[in-house]
């Protein structure tokens, strides 16, 4: 069968089987952690890193959420895991950064961790330390199975019927839930630049 298009197939089911109920409610978790002046701090491992910049980015210029990536400091971040642990290092910047029960914790995961098996643990601790603050968390994970989907006020689950493409399609789609937020009218305060040039006719 052809690769291509059974990607794509695969693809467009796990985006039709993504809740819409959960995404509307951390639209409303969002737009109540706006509202009451909390900080948004992302984080993920890997591509779930990549994804934690580029969304920081997009919740702060968009939204007009205070939003910060965990890892983005390399200078911190390489400190920490030398000083303390891999596995403590986001928990330490949540530290250093006077995480509080105003704040929210978003987080990107294929697996999203196991706490007994030592997977992904500095997302693990940063999780359950945001959770023992009373800090609302939010998690966009490829498996209902995982610690973040368990701890997480909101667990936003991309299916998928074909394991073997786990990551990829729950990485792709990751992308998709965030620009879905962060463009979600109750959330937008600020167009794009491609969206703003179009809407003034240019």
Known sequence: MDFIKTFRELTIDSINGIDGALLSKA?????????????????????????????????????????????????ELTALINDESWQDS??????????????????????????AKNISA?????AQF??????????????????????????????????SKLTPITEALQAYVWHMLVSHPTLSVRKAMWESVESNGK
């Open 27 to 75: 639209v409303e978790e969002l737009e109540a952690l706006r509202i009451r002046g909390g900080r948004l701090f992302i984080a993920g491992s890997g591509g779930g890193a990549g994804h934690a910049s580029h969304a920081a980015a997009d919740f702060r210029r968009l939204t007009g959420i205070e939003s910060y990536a965990i890892g983005d400091n390399v200078s």
């Open 90 to 115: 986001y928990k330490f910047v949540l530290q250093q950064s006077r995480l509080n029960e105003k704040d929210m914790l978003l987080f990107f995961s294929v697996g999203g961790g196991d706490a």
């Open 122 to 126: 500095n997302l693990v601790n940063a």
């Open 130 to 163: 945001g959770s023992d603050l009373g800090t609302k968390i939010v998690s966009v994970v490829g498996a209902p199975g995982g610690f973040l989907a368990e701890i997480s006020d909101v667990a936003i689950l991309i299916p998928s019927v074909d394991r």
